[in-house]
C-alpha cells in the first residue's frame, strides 16, 4: 500500500468539456456524460471519506437575473457531483461590461445561499489580472472593487448562514515585473477588511505549456516559481500567512505533445509542491482537467483531458490516481 503524508493536499479536478482559449473564444466538442464523470471521480478521489473537489464555473454578467438560482455554466449541475465526500471548488466570474459591482456583490450572496452547504471554496472572479481576454475577469472594469467588494459579501452571507467550512479567496496567474504589484494593490485598497475575510489565495500556471520549459528544468522552474509567488508577491502584500492553492494546472496532449510526456508533467508538478506544502503553505492542487475538449481538435485548448473526450484514460490519469492516493489529506 503507498504510504500517505501526514499533512496532505486537498486535491480537485475541473470535470467539465468546455475550455477557455487565448483568442476570447471556448475550445468544446462532445457533452458531457455526467455517468462517466462520476465513475472517473469515484476512481480518482478513491475512499468516499477522502477530501476531494470538484471545480465549477458560474458567471455573472449584465444580464444575470437577481433572485432566482443560478446554474453552473460548466459543468452543468455540478452539485451532482458533490456526492460521497466531494465538495465543490466554485468558480464565480465576474463579466459585467457595466461595472456593475453591486450585483455582483448580490450574486455571491445567492450563490452562498444556494450552493454554499455543498461548497469548499468559493473564488470570486477568474484571472482578474489578465486583461486581454472577454473569456478572463480581468478583461471588465471594475474588476478590482468587484474582488475587495465580493469577498466581503461571500463572507458576511456565509458566516449568517454558519457555513464555517466555505473559504473565500480570489486567484490570479503567475505576476512577474510591473505586473507583481496586481495583488499588492487589492489589499492596498481593501485595507484590514478585505484581508481579515480572505480564507486562500489561488494560483492558476500551466509551466511547460504557453512558453516551452526542457524537461530537466521543470522541477527547478516549478519549485522557483512557488517561491517567488509566496515570497515575492504574496507576502509584500500581507498575505503571507494565507494558504495558496494551485487552482489550475494541466498540460494538453496533441500534435508534439506526447501523452507519456502528460504524465511525466502532471507527476513533477504534483511532487514539488507536496515537498514544497509545508514550507510555502501550499493548501491544494486542482487539475485542469479530467477529459478533453475535443480528441478530434488539435489545438492546444482541445487536449487538457486525463481522458481522452470519450473518458478513455491517458496515462496520466493513473499518475494523478496514484499521487492523490500518496499526498492526499
Given at each position: 500500500?503507498?504510504?500517505?503524508?501526514?499533512?496532505?493536499?486537498?486535491?480537485?479536478?475541473?470535470?467539465?468539456?468546455?475550455?477557455?482559449?487565448?483568442?476570447?473564444?471556448?475550445?468544446?466538442?462532445?457533452?458531457?456524460?455526467?455517468?462517466?464523470?462520476?465513475?472517473?471521480?469515484?476512481?480518482?478521489?478513491?475512499?468516499?471519506?477522502?477530501?476531494?473537489?470538484?471545480?465549477?464555473?458560474?458567471?455573472?454578467?449584465?444580464?444575470?437575473?437577481?433572485?432566482?438560482?443560478?446554474?453552473?455554466?460548466?459543468?452543468?449541475?455540478?452539485?451532482?457531483?458533490?456526492?460521497?465526500?466531494?465538495?465543490?471548488?466554485?468558480?464565480?466570474?465576474?463579466?459585467?461590461?457595466?461595472?456593475?459591482?453591486?450585483?455582483?456583490?448580490?450574486?455571491?450572496?445567492?450563490?452562498?445561499?444556494?450552493?454554499?452547504?455543498?461548497?469548499?471554496?468559493?473564488?470570486?472572479?477568474?484571472?482578474?489580472?489578465?486583461?486581454?481576454?472577454?473569456?478572463?475577469?480581468?478583461?471588465?472594469?471594475?474588476?478590482?472593487?468587484?474582488?475587495?467588494?465580493?469577498?466581503?459579501?461571500?463572507?458576511?452571507?456565509?458566516?449568517?448562514?454558519?457555513?464555517?467550512?466555505?473559504?473565500?479567496?480570489?486567484?490570479?496567474?503567475?505576476?512577474?515585473?510591473?505586473?507583481?504589484?496586481?495583488?499588492?494593490?487589492?489589499?492596498?485598497?481593501?485595507?484590514?477588511?478585505?484581508?481579515?475575510?480572505?480564507?486562500?489565495?489561488?494560483?492558476?500556471?500551466f509551466p511547460d505549456v504557453f512558453q516551452p520549459v526542457a524537461p530537466s528544468d521543470l522541477a527547478p522552474a516549478v519549485e522557483?516559481?512557488?517561491?517567488?509567488?509566496?515570497?515575492?508577491?504574496?507576502?509584500?502584500?500581507?498575505?503571507?500567512?494565507?494558504?495558496?492553492?494551485?487552482?489550475?494546472?494541466?498540460?494538453?496532449?496533441?500534435?508534439?505533445?506526447?501523452a507519456h510526456r502528460q504524465a511525466d508533467v502532471v507527476e513533477t508538478v504534483v511532487r514539488i509542491i507536496a515537498a514544497q506544502?509545508?514550507?510555502?503553505?501550499?493548501s491544494g492542487y486542482t487539475h485542469f482537467s479530467l477529459r478533453d475538449a475535443d480528441s478530434a481538435h488539435p489545438g492546444l485548448?482541445?487536449?487538457?483531458?486525463?481522458?481522452?473526450?470519450?473518458?478513455?484514460?491517458?496515462?496520466?490519469?493513473?499518475?494523478?490516481?496514484?499521487?492523490?492516493?500518496?499526498?492526499?489529506?
Amino acid at each position: 500500500m503507498t504510504q500517505r503524508t501526514p499533512d496532505g493536499i486537498l486535491f480537485g479536478i475541473y470535470p467539465g468539456g468546455i475550455s477557455g482559449d487565448d483568442a476570447g473564444g471556448l475550445a468544446s466538442g462532445p457533452p458531457d456524460d455526467p455517468a462517466r464523470v462520476t465513475s472517473a471521480l469515484d476512481r480518482l478521489q478513491g475512499p468516499p471519506d477522502r477530501p476531494f473537489l470538484v471545480r465549477a464555473y458560474v458567471g455573472f454578467n449584465d444580464a444575470t437575473r437577481l433572485g432566482t438560482a443560478h446554474a453552473t455554466a460548466t459543468p452543468t449541475a455540478a452539485a451532482r457531483y458533490a456526492v460521497r465526500g466531494r465538495l465543490l471548488d466554485l468558480v464565480a466570474q465576474y463579466q459585467s461590461a457595466a461595472a456593475d459591482v453591486d450585483g455582483y456583490c448580490d450574486f455571491l450572496a445567492e450563490l452562498v445561499e444556494q450552493y454554499g452547504a455543498v461548497t469548499s471554496t468559493l473564488q470570486v472572479t477568474e484571472e482578474p489580472n489578465v486583461t486581454t481576454n472577454p473569456v478572463l475577469d480581468g478583461y471588465y472594469p471594475a474588476v478590482h472593487e468587484a474582488i475587495i467588494r465580493g469577498v466581503s459579501a461571500a463572507k458576511a452571507r456565509a458566516r449568517e448562514l454558519g457555513h464555517t467550512h466555505l473559504r473565500i479567496g480570489f486567484n490570479t496567474t503567475p505576476l512577474f515585473g510591473p505586473a507583481a504589484s496586481f495583488i499588492a494593490d487589492l489589499t492596498g485598497r481593501g485595507g484590514e477588511r478585505f484581508i481579515a475575510d480572505l480564507d486562500y489565495v489561488g494560483l492558476d500556471f500551466f509551466p511547460d505549456v504557453f512558453q516551452p520549459v526542457a524537461p530537466s528544468d521543470l522541477a527547478p522552474a516549478v519549485e522557483g516559481l512557488l517561491r517567488h509567488h509566496r515570497d515575492s508577491v504574496l507576502t509584500p502584500a500581507g498575505l503571507g500567512h494565507l494558504p495558496l492553492h494551485i487552482t489550475e494546472h494541466g498540460w494538453p496532449t496533441g500534435p508534439d505533445r506526447p501523452a507519456h510526456r502528460q504524465a511525466d508533467v502532471v507527476e513533477t508538478v504534483v511532487r514539488i509542491i507536496a515537498a514544497q506544502a509545508k514550507r510555502l503553505n501550499l493548501s491544494g492542487y486542482t487539475h485542469f482537467s479530467l477529459r478533453d475538449a475535443d480528441s478530434a481538435h488539435p489545438g492546444l485548448f482541445h487536449q487538457f483531458g486525463l481522458t481522452t473526450d470519450d473518458y478513455t484514460p491517458k496515462p496520466a490519469f493513473e499518475t494523478m490516481r496514484t499521487l492523490i492516493e500518496q499526498f492526499s489529506a
